[in-house]
């Protein structure tokens, strides 16, 4: 399923503090046509709980997280693979933190 990871801006502690991830609504437009929707929640009910799942896990083995590792959670929203052509725009957006735009430079099967 996953084609590509592209990662947008980093939001430090203090800045998540209070977002409601679970809450959180996603979005994936293609070509201008909304093709996926989902919220935080779709991810084990909050993506903070693949995190502590992940720890608890790798304390159990008596591994850890080192400082900085990029970790993802799942996804919150899925489309069906789709045949692109140059000059498309694939969005994410993620309500109250942003959205990543992606313009298509050449013709592609994702």
Not at 79 to 84: H, I, K, N, S
Not at 88 to 105: P, Q, S, Y
Request: with cysteine.
């Amino acid at each position: 399923m996953n084609v590509a990871l592209l990662l947008g801006p980093a939001f430090s502690a203090a800045e998540m503090k209070g977002k409601d991830l679970a809450g959180t609504k996603v979005e994936l437009i293609a070509a201008g046509v909304v093709g996926g929707a989902g919220t935080g929640a779709d991810v084990l009910g909050d993506p903070i709980n693949s995190i502590c799942y992940l720890a608890n896990a790798l304390g159990r083995t008596g591994d850890s997280l080192p400082a900085g590792s990029l970790i993802t959670t799942g996804a919150a929203a899925v489309m069906q693979p789709t045949a692109y052509k140059a000059g498309d725009t694939v969005v994410a957006k993620f309500d109250g933190l942003g959205e990543l735009v992606v313009n298509i430079a050449a013709d592609a099967k994702m």
